[in-house]
């Protein structure tokens, strides 16, 4: 009898690496590579302080500390039956190991108290740094003293709470964001100075680089020489909570973001000026919104035009998503006519910045102009672009709120009213202010 018994074909499947294990330059695991000492003698005992933590990427970028005193500590079965390392009062440091381009650094952290002052991951350099600054356990952007970017009231940390974080730091447009959960909970501001090259990297705790009572643990460190994408940074946050079995998500604080220039800063207000006290605009208004559960943040600033807003309105959008379900009010116009700009370039950056912000997440409330003594053609170009608005508005933004139409305030020759209008016929007193607040309070309302 014949027998037919060719060999069989065996395919081997290899599954590709995911993309956010590429370009690693820094891994740190909590009881693998902590040393007593300069990397020979292992510390595996609970806590035991750790001379040198080993860098398990092939870089050798390992974290020490000389002297003994500024130790942290491994301790064992910390989370999900993992160790981790204890930063109290203590921290690690090594110099150039971040890229002076682009980074990116993820990491499983728990805060065992809510110390001023503490600082989770920082360069060693300039003092750039992320970490709980507040007692309120909020995120902090700082570099060289200066705050560049804050999380608001509800987006805190619960003490002896573990939370995986990712942090990334984009050359190009000198901008950090703070991503849990995947998603982009915190962005800075505005732009980090072009000279930042703070290329040191420090785990521990300092404010100023003197040691402060604060209490933390990171489990794991992960380093990148390159900005990740927001969808590898759901994957790290995935991987983490797959590791560790975390099950806690920090609950975003609704937002209103006031952008705009002079106006929503507040400029001749009596009191409050680019904040959310006093009487300017943004804080009338989120007294009197009925809508709850809203934070305000005041993004005002003098002088600037929307040409510059819209070269910089991705600073904002970290704060957008529909994780929040947050709201722009955007009012800048004015500067643009004042400073040489035709209508229909001012209505086209009107435009672009209230579609970005909308394909960001917002939901977008556009404010048309008011009149000023300035040029001669500005009022005819004021109503111009006003026009254009209300006659639009609703193909790039959710709500309108005409100020400009308002027969107080927005008729022309309003900008004479000295009860609502300052001397210099361009921003308001008080009064004016708490009009447009009740206006756009509305706005807000009717969404």
């Known amino acids: 009898m014949k027998t037919n018994n060719p060999a069989r074909k065996i395919t081997t499947i290899v599954h590709p690496e995911p993309s956010w294990k590429s370009g690693r330059n820094v891994i740190l695991l909590a009881g693998v590579g902590q040393f007593s000492d300069a990397g020979t003698t292992p510390q595996v005992t609970n806590n035991g302080s750790i001379q040198q933590w080993n860098d398990q990427s092939p870089f050798g970028n390992h974290l020490s500390q000389a002297t003994s005193g500024n130790r942290p500590t491994l301790v064992t079965n910390a989370v999900n039956g993992f160790p981790t390392v204890r930063f109290a009062n203590k921290w690690l440091t090594r110099a150039n190991v971040l890229s002076s381009g682009s980074y990116s650094f993820a990491f499983v952290h728990r805060a065992n108290n809510s110390t001023l002052g503490k600082v989770l991951v920082g360069g060693a350099t300039n003092r750039s740094l992320i970490g709980n600054t507040s007692t309120l356990g909020l995120l902090r952007f700082v570099h060289a003293g200066v705050t560049y970017g804050e999380a608001v009231a509800n987006d805190a940390f619960a003490i002896n709470t573990w939370y995986a974080i990712v942090v990334t730091w984009n050359h190009a447009t000198k901008l950090f964001t703070c991503y849990w959960a995947g998603s982009p909970m915190m962005t800075s501001g505005k732009a980090i100075p072009s000279d930042y090259t703070d290329t040191g990297l420090q785990l521990g ?199 400009g139409a308002n027969a107080t305030i927005g008729a022309a020759g309003s900008q004479n009213n000295t009860t609502y209008y300052n001397a210099d016929k361009i921003h308001l007193t008080d009064a004016g202010y708490a009009l447009v607040a009740g206006l756009v309070a509305n706005s807000v309302n009717a969404l």
């Open 205 to 403: 705790t300092y404010n100023d680089r003197t040691p402060t009572n604060a209490d933390f643990y990171i489990a794991e460190f992960h380093g990148w020489n390159r900005c990740l994408s927001q969808n590898e940074c759901f994957e790290v946050d995935r991987y983490f909570r797959g590791k560790f079995n975390l099950q806690n998500f920090i609950t975003p604080q609704k937002l209103v973001l006031f952008v705009g220039n002079s106006l929503t800063y507040g400029t001749t207000a009596s009191s409050g000026g680019g904040t959310m006290t006093g009487t300017v605009y943004p804080a009338v208004a989120m007294t009197t919104l009925t809508a709850s559960g809203f934070v305000g943040l005041n993004f005002g600033t003098s002088g600037k035009t929307g040409t510059q807003f819209l070269s910089e309105g991705f600073y904002y959008d970290g704060l957008g998503g529909p994780v929040r379900n947050s709201v722009l009010v955007y009012w800048e116009i004015t500067n643009d006519l004042a400073n040489g700009a035709s209508a229909a370039t001012t209505y086209a950056n009107v435009v672009s910045f209230c579609r970005s912000r909308r394909g960001a997440g917002f939901k977008v409330i556009v404010l048309t102009c008011l009149p000023r003594s300035t040029s001669p053609t500005f009022e005819t170009n004021r109503l111009a672009v006003n026009a254009n608005i209300v006659a639009n508005w609703q193909t790039f933004a959710d709500e309108l709120c005409d100020v």
